[in-house]
Nanobody, 117 residues
C-alpha cells in the first residue's frame, strides 16, 4: 500500500523557518529519488527540491540557498528545512517520487505553509 504523510507546516512570519517531514510507505518508493512539491492557490503544483538515492540534490531557483532537502532511507522519510521564508513560499507542500510515477500518482494530504509579511 502506497502512503505519503506530510507534516510540519504552519503559519510563520517572513524570515522565519519551518521544517517539513514526509513519511513514505510502500515498495514503490524503494530506490526512487524523492521530491518536495508545492501548490499555491490558483497555480499548478511544482517541484521545489529533490534528492536521489546517492544524496544528490536539486532545487528550484527561487528556493536555492534557503531550503535544504534531506532523507533517511532507513526510515523512509524526507525532510525539507525551509529558512528565510517569504510570502511567496505560501502553498500546500507535498512529497512524492521524482519524477512522478504513473499517470495518476498517489498524493498525500499535504501540509499547509503560510508565510505572513
Amino acid at each position: 500500500q502506497v502512503q505519503l504523510v506530510e507534516s510540519g507546516g504552519g503559519l510563520v512570519q517572513a524570515g522565519g523557518s519551518l521544517r517539513l517531514s514526509c513519511a513514505a510507505s510502500g515498495s514503490i518508493f524503494s530506490g526512487q529519488a524523492m521530491g518536495w512539491y508545492r501548490q499555491a492557490p490558483g497555480k499548478q503544483r511544482m517541484l521545489v527540491a529533490f534528492i536521489n538515492e546517492g544524496g544528490n540534490t536539486g532545487y528550484r531557483d527561487s528556493v536555492k540557498g534557503r531550503f535544504t532537502i534531506s532523507r533517511d532511507k532507513a526510515k523512509n522519510t524526507v525532510d525539507l528545512q525551509m529558512n528565510s521564508l517569504k510570502p511567496e513560499d505560501t502553498a500546500v507542500y507535498y512529497c512524492n517520487t521524482y519524477p512522478l510515477i504513473g499517470t495518476l500518482p498517489v498524493w498525500g494530504q499535504g501540509t499547509q505553509v503560510t508565510v505572513s509579511s
